[in-house]
């Protein structure tokens, strides 16, 4: 039977699995990526999994394993090279040539490409966006990424390194990003920028003052605050919505997709986000797109879409 | 020998060019746009012109055209569906079927797009961008609009409106745009949006009077101003400069491309403008597009893109 591989390489984590033609994750395994600071014992770790992966579901199916190949998803990869490129958050460091030194142990192609990317066409492969040819996905998250699909196919751009619509000036000479520059979509949507917001509503609430608790809040406690009726909470969300509204319309403007799609810890809230949301939207959006492009929630599991995200790479080569 | 034609339907105008193979304008005519109401005599027109063209050239050749296609940059122009969907610019009112009108005349392949998808295209075919497989093209003039190229085809979107970076939000609650929203692009960048921040800040340099001699300035003014030396026109053109660097920057950040090309009146004011944009843009560039993007003005003379354009969307049926 036919299968693919994603590796999801975090900075902490590398959690790969085997997946199955119609998008079922059989086996999964992990190793500690920052117990590594060589490419060659993490791929050697690594192959080590693969390998014991396709002989357990050999032995399970009665049959050869027919490995399509193996999708990594991964901090700055990029597509062309099949390299991560000196990632900041990796304690293996440099450009790293995966493709060169897997084909030591499995000559199967490998496609490499960052994580939000990979959650794109993934969704592409095996979620909602199935069938769509314009669509484009935010995730949300300590970051915010993005994937963009222009005519079934995904967009890297001259570098590789196309979307990163977290990194879209949203406010001018706004907050400082962690990037170097001032007022990215990131440090208004992600959940620090959402902590941030929540602090602020607070503290011109309660005249300036910020309590001590307010100094480990997190952007699950408030969704939770926001669904029990917090009216700061809700208040932020309120604001998230209308940041990530108008960023959400401006990138309409580029690829006129018939969908946007939304992933990652925040947009777990539900409704406090996804209903002002909505207003949102439709209030930044020009008039000639109205209607034409839905606002959808990722159909894929929160602890499935970065290894299904991965595997659905390699179909980029068929 | 093989001819393409290119019509650029204004709103008062509509220019007709032959256009040889190698990107040359042998012939042109043009009609009176606004002196139709109907599309049925205002085809019957065009295509007189056309014919007109054709016959004149194999009269010239000694032999008969061989006749590409006929290609048209029309405001409100849909790539997808051929038409031109409710201009409110044009005096021939409704969805104008252009290729089921023209085939009752010409059997050729009928291709129609907006006039800055036109002049991007115009750009990959005959101009300075052929070869690159991303690139976006601003054009600036009345309006501000865009073309995008993405691994070699223009993007059309889901809709057949991709490509309207003039309507990007630049700036929040910004202001007031014709299309309804605040904040555009459009309204800082294009002309008339440069002549708005010209006599800003000449108001707010002269307390708020302003004078009559003001009400009559052009965008053009402003760059003889600024090659005269006048601070406030020198003044004016980094406001621009920062606020288009930004918005070029941003536009980055979605595909990557290797080139963003200049074109419209505005821009011919040339280093007065550009020498500010250079910097804008390599200060709103995220670090990893460091180099990776050059700025580059039209190829392509100012009288004859719209006509180059719209011919070169014949190649896209190829």
């Known amino acids: 039977m036919k299968y693919s591989i994603g590796v999801d390489m975090g900075g902490t984590n590398t959690d790969m699995g085997l997946v199955s033609e119609n998008g079922n994750i059989v086996l999964r395994r992990n190793i500690p990526t920052n117990a590594y600071t060589e490419l060659e014992p993490y791929v050697r770790d690594m192959m080590r999994e693969i390998k014991g992966m396709v ?39 440099g450009v790293l040539d995966f493709g060169k030194e897997i084909h030591k142990y499995l000559p199967v192609p490998v496609v490499l490409s960052n994580d939000a990317n990979a959650a794109a066409y993934g969704e592409y492969v095996y979620g909602g966006a199935k069938g769509m040819k314009h669509f ?43 990037c170097g520059r001032e007022g990215c979509l990131e440090t208004y949507t992600s959940a620090r920028g959402i902590v941030q917001t929540y602090c602020e509503l607070k503290a011109s609430d309660e005249c300036g003052v910020l309590s001590d608790e307010l100094k480990s809040v997190t952007s699950k406690m408030i969704g939770e605050l926001a669904h029990q009726g917090d009216p700061i909470a809700l208040k932020t969300w309120e604001t998230v919505a209308d940041q990530l509204g108008m960023a959400m319309a401006n990138s309409v403007t580029f690829s006129a997709p018939e969908a946007i799609f939304l992933m990652g810890g925040p947009t777990q809230v539900g409704e406090p986000l996804l209903k002002p949301l909505r207003k949102a939207f ?17 159909e894929l599991k929160a602890n499935e879409v970065a290894i299904l995200g991965a595997a659905a790479l390699i179909k980029m080569k068929n």
């Open 136 to 178: 484009i996905m935010f995730t949300l998250g300590t970051g915010v990424g993005s994937g963009i699909v222009v005519d079934g196919k995904l967009v890297h751009g001259s570098t590789g390194g196309a979307g990163e619509l977290g990194h879209n000036i949203l406010v001018p000479h706004g907050r400082k990003c962690s």
């Open 282 to 298: 439709e209030k930044y959006l020009l008039n000639i797109y109205a209607g034409s492009c839905q606002i959808r929630m990722s």
């Open 55 to 93: 002989e357990e579901q050999a032995a399970r199916d009665g049959e050869a394993v027919d490995l399509e190949g193996i999708g990594i998803g991964a901090p700055n990869g990029n597509f062309y090279t099949g390299c991560v490129d000196n990632a900041p958050n990796l304690t293996i460091k």
